[in-house]
């Protein structure tokens, strides 16, 4: 089955109950008139946009680009050009001109669809570009199709540039089939269920986990064009939702906010997401009288296997992520040392996973589009290397401990170090720059940038220099939030850069008398929805 079928079952069985659902506000930000999408409506306009695709020769073999932010237009295009076997990119609207010229040329996209105000964003790159409310031109002739492909998305690794990863219509579907799996706490009730998330559609949490679960269970996605700490639980009032997801930003961002009695006034029966700092986690749950459920999962696995601390023993506080033989689609881990070497009871090593069953690849990721070495290193030896480091305890739960990856993770973003470094590096004045991780308290990691400038430049001005070139050649998120000058790098033995941790450079890189703290400014360069 591929997401557009499931929605016509659906259609047929929950007609008149809502599928989308917008907060006044956002209503009103976006101009569409209502706040209420039913099943129905979105099966007819599904319909009726796949007529005008296949009329203009759109099938397998095509991919279309879509920049349509958080707004239900992009699901709509999605499922009409799912029922033609086409493959849709979402782009970040974060994404900078160069990036999104790079996206469009890797992924052979053969037409872009964004809202009218993101048009000029999009345009100019060799492909055409419409609005999500024009008629698309004529198909060009198709490429070759990767069988049963629903999405490219692209995740950022630690070779620099993002890798697509080709999603299948079954991966997309194991979603669904995890999450109505799923007991109390977290089972969905069928009909009833109302799921609120700010986070991205161009990213499978949204566009996968949330939304595949809701048509799964006849219940509806709760869109906002993002997180608003100050409204959130009002927010969840207004809609009725049910549920939410999360990142470890947010739980982060509401504990900050002054007590109140809206802090328990709500129907919320459960969040859902992952990295709530052991300190917030208890604290979250007494103050506001709902259960934080970490999972882990990472674009390449899906639902195929996602782990969650859904089931008892939840251990509260230690970044538990739950038990491999939870409910749902059956999956294989594996902890192995820095030699490959399997660690035994319990232990702390890497992750490996694999579905269970004569296919370890079911329902997972296909492969990264053009890079089959990366691909067949990924599944070195059977099993997917995911570079998280985990910890098995005493029950067999997992709990996650740190990335073996050089990829930073800032407020639910994976940022490559090594895509960030050679921006910085291409700029004059710039002998050698290393990009590590930075904590940062509300963000979760904050870019670093230590550079070590060429003889004679002045510090202050090149941090200022090299803050506006990343702006512009970057999304403002890989923009480094802290720049340090030292006189050297670590290097191995080979000459080659050390990874090292931020302490290696100063005990407070930000504070340091050679620091340069751009994180305010940083936050200025969001682009703001349209």
Request: with cysteine; hydrophobic share 45%.
């Amino acid at each position: 089955m591929t997401p557009s079928e499931l929605l016509a079952v659906q259609a047929a069985g929950y007609a008149d109950h809502p599928l989308f659902i917008l907060p006044e506000a956002v209503a009103e930000l976006w101009e569409t008139g209502r706040t209420v999408w039913t099943y129905a409506e979105v099966q007819a306009e599904v319909e009726r946009l796949r007529a005008a695709y296949a009329g203009a020769g759109y099938g397998k073999g095509h991919r279309v680009a879509l920049l349509l932010e958080n707004r239900p237009q992009h699901f709509l295009h999605w499922l009409a050009l799912n029922g033609l076997g086409v493959g849709v990119v979402p782009l970040n609207p974060d994404a900078a001109p160069d990036e999104i010229g790079w996206l469009l040329g890797h992924s052979g996209s053969a037409l872009v669809v964004a809202l009218p105000s993101r048009l000029e964003q999009v345009s100019g790159h060799g492909v055409p570009a419409i609005a999500d409310t024009d008629a698309p031109p004529d198909a060009p002739a198709p490429g070759e199709a990767i069988a049963d492909e629903c999405a490219l998305i692209y995740t950022s690794g630690t070779t620099g540039k993002p890798k697509g990863c080709v999603l299948s219509n079954a991966y997309f579907m194991a979603w669904g089939a995890w999450y109505t799996a799923q007991p109390e706490p977290i089972a969905l009730r069928n009909g009833l269920e109302r799921l609120l998330t700010p986070l991205p559609c161009f990213h499978v949490n949204a566009m996968g986990n949330s939304f595949i679960a809701m048509l799964a269970c006849g219940g509806a996605q709760v869109i906002v064009d993002r997180f608003h700490p100050r409204q959130w639980w009002a927010t969840a009032v207004e809609t009725g939702a049910t549920c939410f997801h999360y990142l470890g930003v947010m739980p982060a961002m509401l504990m900050g906010l002054p007590e109140g009695p809206h802090d328990k006034a709500h129907g919320l029966r459960f969040g859902f997401g992952g990295g709530v700092h052991p300190d917030h986690h208890a604290n979250f749950e007494a103050r506001f009288g709902v259960p934080l459920l970490e999972g882990w999962a990472m674009t390449e696995t899906g639902g195929a296997c996602l782990l969650s601390s859904a089931i008892a023993p939840r251990h509260v506080g230690t970044r538990c992520l739950g038990r491999p033989d939870r409910p749902g689609p059956a999956m294989e881990t594996l902890l192995v040392d820095e030699t490959g070497a399997a660690i035994p009871g319990e232990g702390m090593g890497e992750l490996l996973v694999r579905a269970a069953g004569d296919d370890p690849r079911r329902a997972m990721f296909s492969g990264y589009l053009k890079d089959p070495a990366n691909t067949d290193a990924a599944w070195d030896g059977g099993w997917f290397h995911t570079g998280d480091v985990m910890r098995r305890g005493p029950d067999g739960a997992l709990h996650f401990v740190d990335r073996r990856r050089n990829v930073i993770r800032r407020s639910g973003e994976n940022i490559a170090a090594l895509e960030v470094e050679g921006v910085l590096n291409a700029y004059p004045g710039v002998a050698q720059v290393a990009v590590v991780a930075l904590p940062d308290p509300v963000r979760e990691e904050e870019v670093l940038a230590v550079i070590v400038p060429a003889e004679g430049q002045d510090e202050a001005a090149l941090a200022r220099a090299l803050f506006d070139h990343a702006a512009a050649k970057l999304a403002y998120f890989k923009v480094p939030g802290v720049i340090l000058f030292r006189d050297s790098l670590p290097v191995t033995s080979t000459q080659k850069l050390r990874r090292a941790s931020w302490t290696t450079f100063s005990p407070d890189p930000a504070k340091d008398a050679r620091g340069y703290d751009m994180r305010a400014e940083k936050q200025g360069l969001r682009r703001q929805p349209a």
